[in-house]
């Protein structure tokens, strides 16, 4: 139950960062400094209204994702379950 609801937070974090970051872009009308010419000066996203759902929501993926390397690593070498081998990492059991 933890290793689904942990998948489907990261997902929901991961679509949240970019959906408000580009909400962010354009509230802030950046989307011609970044994009365009590059001669703007960039606004100041801190003021934007999706900036705060932006980095809350980087915030909760960064731990999430610092979550989910711990829980592979504590499979991988505590419970000895080697589940590295589904990427590629050590040899598979046999």
Same mark, same amino acid.
Request: charged share 15%; no cysteine.
């Given at each position: 139950?933890?290793?689904?609801?942990?998948?489907?937070?990261?997902?929901?974090?991961?679509?949240?960062?970019? =959906?408000?970051? *580009?909400?962010?872009?354009?509230?802030?009308?950046?989307? &011609?400094?970044?994009? /365009?010419? @590059?001669?703007? #000066? +960039?606004?100041?996203?801190?003021?934007?209204? =999706?900036?705060? *759902?932006?980095?809350?929501?980087?915030?909760?993926?960064? &731990?999430?994702?610092? /979550?989910? @390397?711990?829980? #592979? +690593?504590?499979?991988?070498?505590?419970?000895?379950?080697?589940?590295?081998?589904?990427?590629?990492?050590?040899?598979?059991?046999?």
């Amino acid at each position: 139950m933890a290793e689904r609801t942990v998948r489907v937070l990261l997902y929901l974090s991961v679509f949240a960062a970019i =959906g408000s970051g *580009i909400a962010t872009i354009l509230i802030a009308g950046a989307e &011609l400094p970044l994009f /365009g010419s @590059g001669t703007l #000066a +960039l606004p100041d996203f801190e003021t934007a209204p =999706g900036f705060s *759902i932006h980095s809350t929501a980087a915030g909760i993926l960064l &731990l999430l994702s610092i /979550g989910h @390397g711990g829980a #592979a +690593l504590w499979h991988q070498l505590i419970a000895k379950q080697r589940v590295l081998a589904r990427i590629g990492i050590g040899r598979p059991r046999r």
